[in-house]
C-alpha cells in the first residue's frame, strides 16, 4: 500500500492494515517530514530520559517511510513508479493538492488502473466544502454533532479528546480497504474509496439523527441521573468518589437480583416498585435510594459486592487503569513496544485480531528511514536514486 497523507486520520488506517499484515509505504514530504513530527509539545518523557511522540507513533506504526518532494517532477516519477506495484493509494490531501502534486484518481490510474485508490476527507468528495480543510476536532467533534450531543445540558461544549474521531475512521477507512480489495480479487477492478469525518459523525449519532427527523427536530428526549428511566442504567458514586456504571437494560429482568446484590432485598417487595409501571413512576425514589447505598462503600468494596451480579455493569476507569485491566492485558489489547530509537512505550494495537492472535507493533520510521531501501525494491537503479536526491526529489 503506498500512502500519501499526514497526521492520524488517514494514516491511521495505513497503521491498521500494517498490522494486519500489510506493506505500508509512508510517503512523507522531503523537508520536515510528516508536519505531526514537528508537534514537539505532543513528548512524553519516561523515566528513563527519552521523549516517545505519541501522536506519530499511533498512527504509523510499522510503516516504511521515504521523504519525496512531491513539487518536482523527480518526486512525481519515484511515486508513479511505486503506485506500478501496489494494490492500494491512501491519500489524505484535498483535491486541488492532489491535483497539482500529480497524485489524483486520473494520474494514479494511468499508471496502474486497477489500483484502489482511497481517499480521507473532512467534508467528502462532493459540496461546496470538498476542498475545504477538515480536522477531527472541526468536521467530527464539532460540525459532526458529537460536541451538542455528549455535552447536553452543561453550559459549556465538552472537549474533544485528541484524535477521537480521527482513530474511528482510520478503522472505518481499513473496513472499506478490505472490502474494495476482496471486489479485486473477484472482479479485477479497482474502486474509489472515499470516507469523511463528517459522514462518519452522522453514522456514529445515527439514532439521534433519526429520532430529530421523526419528532420534528427534537432529539432523543434527555434525563438526568436523577430521573432517568431505568434506574439501572446510570452512574453511581461511590464513598472514594468513583463512580460505578449501570447497564441493565432489562429493568423488570435484573430488578430482584441487582436490589439484593446492591443491599436493598427490602426494596424487591416495596410496594412503590412492585412492578414496571409503578418502577417508573416512582423511579426518582428509587434512584435516590441507589444513590444512598453506593455512597456508602468504596469502589474496591462494590468490586467485590458486584462481582456475581449476571446483569452488566462496569467500573468508570482513567486511561491509565485501562492498562492494568485483566481483560485488556489478556487479550493483549495494549501492547509494550519501543520507537525505532529503543525507547519503550506502550500503546494499543487495533482491535481486530484475527485467529486470536495480538500483535506487537513495531515502532513508528524515523522520517525518510527506507526511501533507498523502498526504491530499489520497485526496480529503481542506484543511479536514478543519485539523480533524485542530487535534485531534491527525495530525501
Known amino acids: 500500500m503506498l500512502e500519501v497523507a499526514a497526521w492520524t486520520f488517514v494514516p ?89 502534486l500529480g497524485i489524483d484518481v486520473e494520474a494514479i490510474r494511468a499508471v496502474n488502473p486497477s489500483i484502489v485508490y482511497v481517499r480521507g476527507s473532512g467534508h467528502g468528495p462532493k459540496g461546496p466544502d470538498s476542498d475545504k480543510p477538515g480536522y477531527d476536532g472541526v468536521s467530527y467533534w464539532a460540525r459532526g454533532g458529537i460536541a451538542t450531543v455528549l455535552t447536553e445540558e452543561r453550559d459549556e461544549l465538552v472537549r474533544s479528546r485528541p484524535a477521537f474521531g480521527d482513530l474511528l475512521g482510520g478503522m472505518t477507512i481499513a473496513g472499506g480497504i478490505a472490502a474494495a480489495l476482496y471486489k479485486k480479487a473477484t472482479t479485477g477492478r479497482g474502486s474509489i474509496v472515499d470516507v469523511s469525518l463528517l459522514g462518519l459523525a452522522a453514522w456514529n449519532l445515527s439514532p439521534d439523527v433519526a429520532v430529530s427527523q421523526i419528532h420534528g427536530g427534537s432529539a432523543i428526549p434527555k434525563f438526568g441521573h436523577a430521573d432517568a428511566p431505568n434506574p439501572l442504567v446510570g452512574t453511581y458514586r461511590t464513598k472514594d468518589n468513583r463512580f460505578v456504571q449501570l447497564m441493565m437494560l432489562q429493568l423488570d429482568k435484573f430488578y430482584a437480583e441487582a436490589m439484593n446484590v446492591i443491599g436493598l432485598p427490602e426494596l424487591v417487595d416495596d410496594p412503590r416498585f412492585a412492578d414496571p ?119
Open 277 to 395: 409501571a409503578s418502577r417508573y413512576a416512582n423511579r426518582v425514589s428509587l434512584i435516590a435510594l441507589l444513590d444512598e447505598a453506593f455512597a456508602k462503600q468504596t469502589l474496591a468494596e462494590w468490586r467485590e459486592n458486584l462481582a456475581g451480579l449476571s446483569g452488566a455493569w462496569g467500573i468508570v476507569q482513567t486511561p491509565g487503569e485501562l492498562c492494568d485491566d485483566p481483560a485488556v492485558t489478556s487479550n493483549g489489547y495494549i501492547a509494550r513496544t519501543e520507537t525505532v530509537g529503543g525507547v519503550p512505550f506502550s500503546l494499543p494495537t487495533n482491535p481486530v485480531q484475527f485467529d486470536e492472535q495480538s500483535v506487537v507493533p513495531p515502532g513508528a520510521p524515523e522520517h525518510g528511514q527506507h526511501t533507498e531501501e523502498v526504491l530499489m525494491d520497485a526496480g529503481i537503479d542506484w543511479d536514478t536514486i543519485m539523480r533524485h536526491k542530487e535534485s531534491g526529489a527525495i530525501l
Open 12 to 100: 491511521s488506517a495505513g497503521a491498521v492494515l500494517a498490522e494486519w499484515g500489510a506493506e505500508v509505504i509512508k510517503v512523507e514530504p522531503r523537508d520536515g517530514g510528516d508536519p505531526q513530527r514537528g508537534l514537539v509539545t505532543m513528548g512524553i518523557v519516561d523515566a528513563g530520559g527519552g521523549a516517545v511522540n505519541y501522536m506519530i507513533e499511533i498512527p504509523n506504526r510499522g510503516k516504511k517511510s521515504i521523504g519525496v518532494d512531491l513539487n518536482t517532477p523527480g518526486g512525481k516519477e519515484v511515486v508513479h513508479e511505486l503506485a506500478k506495484s501496489c494494490d492500494v493509494f491512501l491519500t489524505s490531501y484535498l483535491p486541488e493538492r492532489r491535483k497539482k
